[in-house]
């Protein structure tokens, strides 16, 4: 599906959304906790932090088993990348195959793709490049960077907030401002709404689903940023089955950006941890990593490393808007405990 939709996504309640991203998670009781706080008790890795573009505000973060870490924009655009103390480099250009605002950035290896969440979000005071309306899932040459694909969320609503590929190739996409989680399957030419649930959807002043992940058992996994909930869809034979909310073992903060790790999964929580979660049954064990990140938005693992990105979102969205946020950074944490 390659036509431009003529929504907008400047509703007003959708601005109040998104306001309530900036006002609750980045006001007393979320992630202004943590701006300017010392990052005591954050693991921190030997590799040195990778540096992102000045003034450029990352949403998401992905990688390739090489090391090399891709990172989106908020405000700009496009995709950079970079090898480990490295110095990030333009690959998507902003704008590219009618791209605008970069939310979630998905390196699938097997399938040589890369994945990337576009929304137009002009409405919020965030014009970004280009003039493309909605909400789209872009798909690109993983190796060159080349357009492969360009895929519109068909509710006008939509907010494409992150990606997952599952063993089959199978891309899952989550969409903030509905209860749907669509899927594109290998040859697609549209994304289909593969699990929705009264469960999934963004509570009044709040925001839904964020992160995704597939589990080692074959199902997904997803969260919601407010208020902070994490469920279980299960998937049999590439269809969706129950929708389950999982009982944690403390208290989630703004549950962010959800990847696999293993047998279990890392959880970035907005108010500045970096979680393990291991999940048995219908509970989830909550085991933190680091804490004190600068407004954490996502994670990526390299090995024992995991490369958190760290958004500053408030500086744009937030309380701090037009504040100097300072450098933006790809931090190295520990994963070896």
């Known amino acids: 599906m390659n036509q431009e939709r003529s929504v907008t996504l400047n509703s007003l309640a959708q601005g109040e959304l998104l306001k309530s991203r900036s006002a609750h998670a980045l006001g007393k009781t979320g992630l202004a906790l943590v701006l300017g706080v010392a990052l005591g008790g954050v693991a921190l890795a030997q590799s040195a932090p990778v540096g ?73 005071g965030v014009p970004g490049p280009g003039d493309t309306k909605g909400a789209w899932l ?124 293993g047998d279990n999964f890392l959880l970035i929580e907005g108010a500045g941890r970096l979680d393990k979660v291991t999940v048995k049954g219908d509970e989830a064990q909550i085991d933190t990593i680091a804490d004190g990140l600068s407004e954490p938005v996502s994670v990526t693992q390299v090995g024992n490393t995991g490369w958190v990105a760290e958004g500053k979102l408030s500086y744009i969205i937030g309380d701090n808007k037009g504040k100097d946020p300072g450098p933006f950074t790809l931090k190295p944490v520990s994963l070896s405990k």
């Open 138 to 261: 872009k798909v690109f040459d993983l190796a060159s960077g080349a357009p492969k694909g360009s895929f519109g969320l068909p509710d006008p609503k939509s907010l494409c907030n992150d990606i997952a590929v599952g063993s089959d190739g199978t891309a899952y996409v989550s969409d903030s401002f509905t209860p749907n989680v669509y899927s594109l399957k290998p040859g697609g030419t549209a994304l289909e709404v593969w699990a929705t649930d009264p469960l999934l959807a963004p509570a009044k002043d709040g925001v839904g689903l964020d992160g995704i992940a597939v589990g080692a058992d074959g199902n997904l996994y997803v969260t919601t940023f407010i208020p902070a909930k994490l469920f279980k869809i299960a998937a049999k034979d590439g269809k969706a089955g129950a929708v389950t909310e999982l009982k944690t073992s403390r208290a989630i903060d703004h549950a962010d950006a959800m990847r696999a790790f």
């Open 52 to 124: 992102v573009p000045d003034k450029s505000f990352p949403e998401s973060v992905t990688s390739t088993k090489d090391g090399t870490l891709y990172a989106g924009s908020f405000n700009l655009g496009g995709v950079v990348k970079a090898s480990p103390g490295g110095k990030a480099e333009q690959f998507i250009q902003p704008g590219a195959a009618g791209s605008r605002s970069t939310l979630g950035v998905l390196a699938d290896e097997k399938g040589g793709l890369l994945y990337v969440c576009s929304n137009d979000i002009t409405g919020f």
